[in-house]
């Protein structure tokens, strides 16, 4: 059975609970389907030792605040889940969880959104399943012929899982610093972390506060047509929490230019040199989720869909929230994608007037 409503949001973590919470108020009748089994979006899959850039009250959703985590200035990604997970009941929000999005195609006057539970015939699409179910692993010369494990950012758990092994982290950015950082500081592990370029550290008085004042005055100074400031990119790469701190002042924290190849059972650097290896961890990032909309034929260059502001350019009944800052200043933040989430849900309902 085919069932209808205003509008469909694809994805029930973080910028989907910001979309309903504003289609709420502007009293449109929505639904919101979400792959994951429970509340928490990607939080929930988190490594151990993860904590958020900011204090609670600094990474909030629109309309609640995050509360304080007891003993902890900046709290940990399970706080984060339970923080969803209350804020979806207390706004009792209509998710429909476990249920995957498979497609959206255009359906006439309507959007047909097919999902593994059924169908649906929407007036719009809100598209909020960010980058976590697309890791990125970049093709790298030796990578099929390597024997240790090879694993990504969404497999790290704990330094525990790596005890007595040579572990090498390869990326430059907040991931591969921080888990660099906690296998480092465990004490049990030989890490060896890799980056493309010298890793760039902000200063360590910067945190997602600050972060979310420049990106958003990076924004504003583009949409006026002045210069561009650079945005976070111009400050550094990583941001140089507790953790990271600690381990780059006691020297654990040293990069290496990246290697030339792996090997059956290592890397081979430039100079000729090996060493051997147990597991590769690729902090290489992500890639927005975005198969789901490939019946549409929107993507642009890199893979992005061109938007303005949300909206995707090629089908004013879609809006994409937080995927970055191409759908909105710090939109892929808990603080930040409130905003973008109440511009879409604004434009949204003056389509369906």
């Known amino acids: 059975m085919t069932q209808q409503t205003d509008v469909v949001v694809v994805g029930g973590g973080q910028a989907g609970l910001a ?141 525990a899982d790596f005890a007595g092994q040579r572990v090498v982290v390869v990326g430059g950015g907040n991931s591969g610093a921080q888990i660099a950082a906690d296998l480092a500081l465990d004490g049990r592990v030989e890490v060896t972390w890799v980056t493309q370029r010298l890793p760039r550290f902000l200063p360590d008085d910067i945190d997602g506060r600050a972060l ?57 650097w430039a100079d000729g040199s090996q060493s051997d290896a147990d597991a590769v961890m690729w902090c290489t990032g992500f890639r927005p989720a975005l198969a789901h909309l490939a019946p549409l034929n929107l993507r642009g260059p890199r893979g992005h869909i061109p938007t303005d502001g949300t909206r995707a350019l090629g089908e004013p009944r879609l809006h994409m929230l937080g995927y970055g800052d191409w759908t909105g200043p710090a939109s892929a933040t808990l603080i930040g994608v409130g905003r973008t989430a109440r511009d879409a849900a604004r434009e949204v309902a003056g389509l369906l007037m």
């Open 19 to 159: 979309a309903g919470y504003h289609l709420r108020r502007r009293g449109l009748d929505f639904a919101i389907l979400d792959a994951e089994a429970a509340p928490g979006g990607s939080w929930q899959h988190m490594w151990d030792s993860l904590h958020l850039f900011s204090p609670a009250e600094h990474s909030s959703l629109p309309g609640r605040l995050m509360p304080a985590q007891g003993g902890e200035t900046y709290p940990g990604a399970g706080h984060v889940v339970d923080y969803l997970t209350d804020y979806e009941k207390r706004y009792d929000l209509p998710v429909q969880h476990g249920t995957r999005v498979d497609a959206v195609r255009r359906d006439a006057e309507r959007l047909l959104i097919e999902a593994d539970s059924g169908t649906w015939r929407a007036r719009a699409v809100i598209s909020a399943t960010g980058n976590w179910s697309r890791p990125y692993m970049p093709a790298v010369s030796g990578r099929g012929t390597f024997t240790g494990r090879q694993l990504h950012t969404v497999n790290y758990r704990c330094p």
């Open 212 to 268: 979310f004042d420049v990106a958003t005055a990076r924004r504003r100074a583009l949409d006026a047509g002045r210069d561009d400031t650079g945005g976070v990119a111009s400050l550094g790469d990583i941001v140089a929490v507790p953790p990271v701190r600690a381990a780059r002042d006691a020297a654990l924290l040293t990069a290496k230019p990246m290697f030339a190849q792996l090997t059956a059972t290592g890397l081979r």
